[in-house]
């Protein structure tokens, strides 16, 4: 086994101690696992005893009394069972027995389908509820026959169980419910109840755009003014008045971009000193190697690899941050 076999196998070991799930294997967070590790042990464990009135610290009479404890409160005291009477109960006569028994009717099979949700998502042959309620008069004697079938000979087609699992990824699902601040990051969450979680990682966006820069690739989620790209601030904020020449404020790298260079279109023609301004502008881009078939990337400015990890942003915060 490898020397880094080694440390990785070492890393997971303590993380798996630790309990801590939500930081990567690759954040080489040995030393914060084992401290962790560390303080669960000595809050979990128990020094003393009181029993009957008395403290006892050893730790083999601790592991005893409470051992006794609970083989005493699951042991059972009493010999006495429950016994179910069943003479004198009220049952239900021939009639009774016969209306629960008999065949299910077509306005019963109608109303239950009435009572499903419409729209919710088909099954295998992808027809939603609402389907067979509007096409209801031409369908309705195979649904009774199907029912019927099933009451008479207690058997069914062992499709009626399949269905679908639909795996949304998680950033779709929060794009969808809270809607997008920025490529990179959501609204935020205004509503009162079951947001918390969210509400909080949300709220962490500001010192993390402040730390980051966007890596640019085929530049479609990058807009050339607004975004802080080429590890540069925001051009509309040391531009300006280019800025606000420009013809579209929100215009992506990649509509800015083509194979000869840079294609900025204004609003009017520009005065002489308008394009000098250009041209500086133009000298601070001139590193620029274009774009790629790659996707834009938000990259960590602490970094040499531009990868954040838990354990860099860690190092990053203040002793008093981390405990506040």
Known sequence: MSFEEVVKNEEIRWRKRSRIQWLKQGDKNTKFFHRIATSRKRYNTIESLKVEGSNITDPTDIKEAIKSYYENLYKETEVWRLELQLQGITCINEDEKEELQKQIEEEEILECIKLCAMEKAPGPDGFPMSFYLIFWEVMKEDIKGMIHEFYNNQRTERSFNTTFVALIPKKDVIKSKYGDYNPWCSNVSVDAYGVGVWRTIRNLWQKLEA???????????????????????????????????????????????????????????????????VAKLLELLEKFPGITNAPDSLRWKHSKDGAFTVSRAYKMESPQQRNS
């Open 211 to 277: 730390n980051t820069y966007i890596e640019v690739g085929n530049g479609r989620r990058t807009k050339f003014w607004t975004d802080a790209w080429n590890k540069q601030i925001p051009l509309k904020e040391s531009f300006p008045d280019m800025f606000l020449l420009c013809s579209n404020h929100d215009a992506k790298i990649n509509e800015c971009w083509t194979e000869r260079g840079w294609d900025l279109i204004f609003r009017r023609f520009l005065n002489d000193w308008e394009v000098e301004r």
